[in-house]
């Protein structure tokens, strides 16, 4: 089956205390993105990576890491996370990003992050 | 900057017809996408229009008017099941997606 897996789906943690939310896609997409959704903001892309190797940061990238050394994982990292990044975090891939409409994006079940 | 506008919430009512409105301000524009999600699920793909006019797909049209920076969702024959969030999204001349916050339908029996 088609599709984007996330890991945790439920994380409550602490201030500063590393960690990571792994993003893996089966369907052998180039493009792979991290969001965050928050109520009435909408989703804010946090990085993204248009193939292997190769990452640009969004809208919102301050206090995240993102790593692309696999064409099939995309895993976010918080060095040192605050309370301010609790949130709902999805992560998404699709085939590219040049327009056209099979660059639909297929999204992860979710991530919710609290940071106590 | 860039903008996208949809209204916050709509209430409908089972069976009925209703419209989605999305206005945008970007730089660039390479498509518009729908996306549809159910409260604490992820988005999935509606529809996307690069040309002017109307796509239909079963029940779902999306329209696109680039000259006007507008578009609409139009959901036809309201199940109970369409209450949802419905995200407009412009990819802009850098080919980002650029997304509103969303527009809460509720369906009423």
């Known amino acids: 089956e088609a599709q984007v897996t996330q890991n945790p789906r439920y994380l409550i943690t602490v201030t500063g205390k590393k960690l990571t939310v792994t993003c893996s896609q089966n369907?052998?997409?180039?493009?792979m993105s991290w969001y965050r959704q928050d109520p009435g903001l909408g989703l804010r892309q946090i990085y993204y990576?248009?193939?292997?190797?190769?990452?640009d940061k969004g809208d919102v990238p301050e206090g995240y890491k993102v790593s692309r050394k696999e064409k099939r994982n995309f895993p976010l990292i918080l060095e040192s996370p605050s309370p301010n990044q609790t949130s709902l975090y999805f992560c998404?891939?699709?085939?590219?990003?040049?327009?056209?409409?099979?660059?639909?994006?297929?999204f992860g079940p979710g991530t919710r992050l609290t940071v106590l | 900057g860039q903008n996208i506008d949809q209204p916050t919430e709509m209430t409908a009512t089972e069976g009925a017809i209703v419209q989605i409105n999305c206005t945008y301000q970007?730089?660039?524009?390479?498509?518009l996408f729908w996306y549809q999600q159910h409260a604490g699920e992820a988005p999935t793909f509606l529809s996307y229009?690069?040309l002017d006019g109307l796509e239909e797909k079963g029940r779902f049209s999306s329209f696109l008017s680039r000259s006007k920076g507008y578009s609409y969702l139009l959901l036809k024959e309201l199940q109970m099941k369409d209450s949802a969030s419905y995200l407009c999204?412009?990819?802009?001349?850098?080919?980002?997606?650029?997304w509103g916050a969303g527009t809460k339908l509720i369906i009423k029996p």
């Open positions: 998404a891939s699709s085939l590219g990003a040049s327009g056209h409409s099979t660059d639909t994006q297929y």
């Open positions: 369907m052998n997409h180039e493009y």
């Open positions: 990576s248009m193939n292997v190797e190769v990452t």
């Open positions: 970007t730089s660039g524009f390479n498509g």
């Open positions: 229009n690069v």
């Open positions: 999204a412009v990819l802009d001349s850098n080919y980002q997606l650029i």
